[in-house]
């Protein structure tokens, strides 16, 4: 038989109901490899990490550049000044070493990685950097691994202040005393009404629900500056940000995390920022 006379009876197949029962073995065997390579992944990270929540990971490194793209947009600076900045916190030798030294010393040793990996937070870093906002503040501290990146990014911008807000008195165990940087203990939609100053950066990354979410956003409204950044951790999961967004006349964005080798799917950062004439 030929290829001109086999072609024919392919085509039938394939229109026929038999052609996903004749597909059935290159099917399975793109399935079973791509689940062989996520239980390869865990089976490593079960043996080589300490983490049992919050996870942390590297981005790929397509990601990482979408991750400039988004923080151009957002801050409405140049895709150049995003990269540098990404790549400033990444190869940050001393930040790095300074997390190791806490993660350490911190009473929950047993459970943070020694090498920090800041996946979605290099963009919150590289917005601090090229947004140079005055007052940060962030709900949700837990070990402080955000918190440290922002702080880290206030230093190098020479002023600026985060206040971090957290229910677990234990919380922010890695921010290494820094000054720049006040760790209220306490629940957030009771702190936040209280906050002295405008805002000009704030982070939900603390209770994970909607209507958590949305009380939160309810809470800062009168008190975030007019070309402010509202940013969520938790878009990838509720639909709160874009529709406070879409209420307060704001854009919308939102980059999607894609771990490098690492089981978690990702998460992602929500951005909500005003439209601006520029
Ligand atoms: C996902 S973790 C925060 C991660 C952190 N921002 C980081 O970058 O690694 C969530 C934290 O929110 C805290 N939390 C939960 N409910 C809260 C509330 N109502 N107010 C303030 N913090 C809360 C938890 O104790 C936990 O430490």
Redesign the pocket.
Known sequence: MNGKEQEPWRHRLARSRWARAAALPSRSSTVVRENARLAGISMKWLVQSREHT?FTYDLEPLNREHLAWFVASVTKTDVEAARYAITEIANDRRFHEDLRRAALASPRSGLIDLSARLGR?MGWYAIVRLARPQLVV??????????ATLARALQRNGSGQLVT????PA?GSLLNGTDLAQVII????DILPSLQGEIDLF?H????TRD?ELAELAAIEGAISADSIVLS?NSHATDALPVWSQKVGRHFLFFAEKPSDHWYRGGGIGAAFSVGTD
């Open positions: 919050n937070r962030e709900t949700g501290t837990d070990k402080g691994l955000g918190s807000i957290d229910t677990n919380a306490g629940n957030s939609l982070i990354d603390s209770l994970h958590h951790d």
